[in-house]
């Protein structure tokens, strides 16, 4: 059973900057596409980015395009989320998610496992 466990979340002042790792459980992991959605308190889960097999493919939100980068290290099984030039609408609680089927989704259907979330809370 693959688990994902999210850690790097915090309080930050606009402008600034987070990084967010995700690890995942299990001898596969460069197999599976990676992604992180977030939540805002009284919205949908929305997605944020996906990376493929490798860091060389990727996508993200047009919100945070410029902003934010997406990248993986399949040797520790762990997928990272930099959150550069932060600002107060970026306030959620971020979630990994993993897609055994190694497609590039937006969709909350997409992803087959999710991790627990990790609060990030931008201040103005």
């Known amino acids: 059973q693959v688990q994902l466990v999210e850690s790097g979340g915090g309080l930050v002042q606009a402008g600034g900057s987070l990084r967010l790792s995700c690890a995942a459980s299990?001898?596969?992991?460069?197999?599976?596409?990676m992604g992180w959605f977030r939540q805002a308190p009284g919205k949908e889960r929305e997605f944020v980015a996906c990376?493929?097999?490798?860091?060389?493919?990727?996508r993200l939100a047009e919100t945070v395009k410029g902003r934010f980068i997406i990248s993986r290290d399949n040797a520790k099984n762990t997928v990272y989320l930099h959150l550069n030039g932060l600002k107060p609408e970026d306030t959620a609680v971020y979630y990994c998610?993993?897609?055994?089927?190694?497609?590039?989704?937006?969709?909350?259907?997409?992803?087959?496992?999710w991790g627990q979330g990790t609060q990030v809370t931008v201040s103005s």
């Open positions: 990376v493929g097999r490798t860091s060389a493919t990727t």
């Open positions: 299990g001898r596969t992991f460069s197999s599976y596409t």
């Open positions: 998610a993993l897609d055994f089927e190694g497609a590039l989704g937006t969709e909350l259907h997409d992803y087959d496992r």
